[in-house]
């Protein structure tokens, strides 16, 4: 049985759909795709995440937000919810309604099961069309765990892994500090079953 072929949807109408909408989408290049919900342990780790970095950015040019930010890629026509985002001003957004920002200079996203391929590879790649981007935190969300990749000058990137809870992340793009074990205070890790 042949399947019919979804339409097509330019940025705008994405747009004025996602705006009116009850739930989150995504855009990739003419596609919208329904964001599943977040667990308990994502939630809090994106809130700390977002709550430390707003508390370092104060008196500062640039912001930390969470989800409800989009982000645009005109690049690879492509609208993502990252987990926190941090931009510097002065801000770039689509539009009059400030609600989509076009370029970001820290990105922090909690991996899950279902996206943590997405986040690693095609998100990434991306995100790494922003002009203004230069680091890249993938937190996990089943163990203390964080890969942090940060832009050189010569355009090549530098990855780093972390799973011990005393390690600080210095995010040098925006001068902040994240020590891993703190953003996982609350978080309730999966017990092993015999």
């Given at each position: 049985?042949?399947?019919?072929?979804?339409?097509?949807?330019s940025v705008q109408q994405y747009l004025e759909i996602e705006r009116a909408a009850e739930f989150r989408s995504e855009y990739i290049d003419g596609?919208?795709?329904?964001?599943?919900?977040?667990?308990?342990?994502?939630?809090?780790?994106?809130?700390?995440?977002?709550?430390?970095?707003?508390?370092?950015?104060?008196?500062?040019?640039?912001?930390?937000?969470?989800?409800?930010?989009?982000?645009?890629?005109?690049?690879?026509?492509?609208?993502?919810?990252?987990?926190?985002?941090?931009?510097?001003?002065?801000?770039?957004?689509?539009?009059?309604?400030?609600?989509?920002?076009?370029?970001?200079?820290?990105?922090?996203?909690?991996?899950?099961?279902?996206?943590?391929?997405?986040?690693?590879?095609?998100?990434?790649?991306?995100?790494?069309?922003?002009?203004?981007?230069?680091?890249y935190l993938l937190l996990a969300q089943n163990e203390i765990r964080a890969e942090h990749h940060v832009r050189?000058?010569?355009?090549?990137?530098?990855?780093?892994?972390?799973?011990?809870?005393?390690?600080?992340?210095?995010?040098?793009?925006?001068?902040?500090?994240?020590?891993?074990?703190?953003?996982?205070?609350?978080?309730?890790?999966?017990?092993?079953?015999?």
């Open positions: 049985m042949a399947t019919q072929a979804l339409p097509h949807l596609q919208m795709y329904a964001m599943a919900s977040g667990s308990r342990n994502h939630a809090l780790i994106a809130m700390e995440i977002g709550a430390s970095l707003n508390r370092q950015l104060r008196g500062k040019p640039c912001a930390a937000a969470g989800s409800d930010l989009r982000l645009y890629s005109k690049q690879e026509k492509t609208l993502t919810y990252p987990d926190t985002v941090v931009f510097c001003e002065p801000a770039q957004f689509l539009d009059g309604d400030r609600d989509t920002l076009t370029d970001a200079t820290v990105i922090v996203e909690v991996l899950s099961k279902s996206t943590q391929n997405y986040d690693r590879g095609d998100k990434f790649r991306t995100y790494r069309t922003l002009p203004s981007f230069v680091e050189q000058p010569d355009g090549t990137w530098v990855f780093r892994e972390s799973k011990a809870p005393d390690t600080q992340i210095y995010l040098a793009a925006i001068g902040c500090t994240l020590t891993l074990g703190e953003l996982y205070e609350r978080v309730e890790f999966p017990t092993a079953q015999n």
